[in-house]
């Protein structure tokens, strides 16, 4: 997702967990796999992304979420593209996802990209604004346990929300 040596390189990092803000600058451009997982919320600009066999269209407050093992290729990407990503190992993945049906993980991979204006304001925003918090607070030496506290969260609640109203614009699903 980010280029070698940036600051959103999960080798780079001491702990298992990140909160960046990625620019047009900070994506690499070549097709390449990731190791981590990461949610991001769109800030401005647009992007087009393929991931896996996927393609998806980012702009102002989209959503998307990636998984440890995904091919990503970035193209077009306006010069004006900014987001917030959290970043995550793939084991705060794994403590994130007990609980979590396997059920709930897979269509989570299948509908990576939320544009629905209430759960990105009510949800996506609000999560991002706690993370930041936590994240800029010198004084919170377990930012890695509430990160996957929070994505845990994430997970269940948008889920459900996909389960229970499957005819709400709720996502973009790969190939838009």
């Not at 709930?104 to 990576?112: G, K, V």
């Not at 509430?146 to 190939?175: E, K």
Request: include cysteine.
């Amino acid at each position: 997702m980010a280029k070698r040596g940036s600051n959103c390189n999960m080798t780079a990092m001491s702990a298992n967990t990140a909160f960046q803000e990625i620019t047009r600058a900070d994506l690499l451009t070549d097709e390449h796999a990731i190791s981590y997982g990461a949610l991001m919320l769109c800030k401005g600009g647009k992007a087009e992304i393929q991931i896996n066999f996927g393609h998806w269209q980012l702009s102002q407050n989209s959503f998307l979420s990636f998984f440890p093992n995904d091919i990503i290729l970035w193209n077009n990407v306006t010069e004006d593209f900014a987001a917030d990503t959290v970043i995550y190992s793939a084991e705060v993945l794994r403590a994130a996802s007990m609980n979590i049906e396997h059920e709930i993980y897979r269509e989570l991979r299948a509908d990576r990209i939320c544009s629905n204006d209430g759960l990105i304001h009510s949800v996506a925003k609000s999560l991002f604004s706690m993370l930041r918090f936590y994240y800029h607070d010198p004084y919170t030496p377990s930012v890695d346990k509430i990160t996957a506290h929070l994505v845990q969260a994430f997970f269940i609640g948008f889920a459900d929300y996909m389960r229970y109203n499957p005819q709400s614009p709720h996502t973009l699903s790969g190939d838009t």
